[in-house]
């Protein structure tokens, strides 16, 4: 028989766990693995879901070619270590149930989940990106002691790269060539910034028309409902999974990428003790700056418009979950 090799002991590879393995979770498990970017813990609520969803993976590795583990669990010990965690558990808005519904259920799952998993993972990033996304990203900080810098919300590089799908679909030009900008809550009131969006440099304020860029930002905010609409059960999930994935590259790739996202804002464009879509810096320690563009004053105007809905609902959310403001 063959003598086995004694034990080597690597530096171990980043971990992500990821709460909540439906849709999204589950895409962006697989997204993760399959770049080698770092192993994966996978938790949901639901006994044997992320167990089968971790197995299917797994199984698929020797095929895929890649050399990451997926791990699927009910119990957050699991998630010990972790690098980043992302909360993406909830429950959608079903026929009948009000904002207030939603707002207290999402509102508990993702505190109490966040609750969790700092105990196991204090140093780790947190992303949320459970609806209503500007909000319960508030919570996930509010009801933790987590740094600011350590707690980001995913949405403005989502609903940014459908205004850049819809761009290049609309000038026939490569996708790779465009860059889309869009801040704001995630909602109707988002804000998409034609100005700030090119097409290998070239504002597109200079490639279409008026009423071609208001068709196209209209497109952008109604970009999950158009998706909603087609499914008929459920909502977008791949978009969304490489939007996280975008920006957890560029945390655990240390790569400081500039993009847009909801971060804790202390006064900047005049607003304090909320999260909302703004441009940032995202790197390693997490929130590595969070950057103040110039705005019109029709822009400001939206963005503040964004964000008093957005203060609503939080103040909505901390009254229903009884948390001291
Ligand atoms: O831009 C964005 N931020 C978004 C947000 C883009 C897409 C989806 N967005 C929101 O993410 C969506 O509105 C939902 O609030 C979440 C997750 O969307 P997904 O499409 O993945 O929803 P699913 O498929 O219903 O999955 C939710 C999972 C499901 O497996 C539940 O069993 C689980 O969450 N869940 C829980 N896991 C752990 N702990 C608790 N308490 C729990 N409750 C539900």
Known sequence: ??????????????????????????????????????????????????QGIALDLMEARGLELHTRKVVGTNDYQDTANSDVIVITAGIARKPGMNREDLLKI???????????????????????ITNPLD???????????????????????????RLQAFIAMELGVSFNDVQGMVLGGHGDLMLPLPRYCTVSGIPITELMDEST???????TRDGGAEIVKLLKTGSAFYAPASSAYYMIESVLLNQ?????????????????????????????????????????????????ESARSVRDNIDLALTQLTINN
């Open 213 to 219: 860029i208001n068709r196209l930002v209209q497109r």
């Open 106 to 128: 999402n509102g508990k799952i993702v505190t109490e989940a966040a609750q969790k998993c700092v105990n196991y993972s204090p140093n780790a990033l947190y992303l949320v």
């Open 256 to 304: 400081s990428r500039l993009l847009p996202a909801a971060v804790y804002l202390q006064g900047e464009y005049g607003l304090n003790d909320i999260f909302l879509g703004v441009p940032c810096r995202l790197g390693y320690c997490g929130v590595e700056q969070v950057l103040e563009i110039n705005l019109t004053t029709k822009e400001i105007d939206a963005l503040q």
């Open 135 to 161: 909000v319960m990203t508030y919570l996930v900080w509010k009801t933790t002691d987590l740094a600011t810098s350590k707690v980001v919300g995913m949405a403005g590089v989502l609903d940014s790269a």
């Open 1 to 50: 028989m063959t003598k086995p090799l004694t034990a080597c002991h690597i530096k171990n590879f980043p971990k992500v766990s990821i709460i909540g393995a439906g849709n999204v979770g589950k895409t962006l498990a697989q997204r993760i693995v399959e770049h080698n970017l770092a192993d994966v813990c996978l938790l949901d609520i639901v006994e044997g879901l992320p």
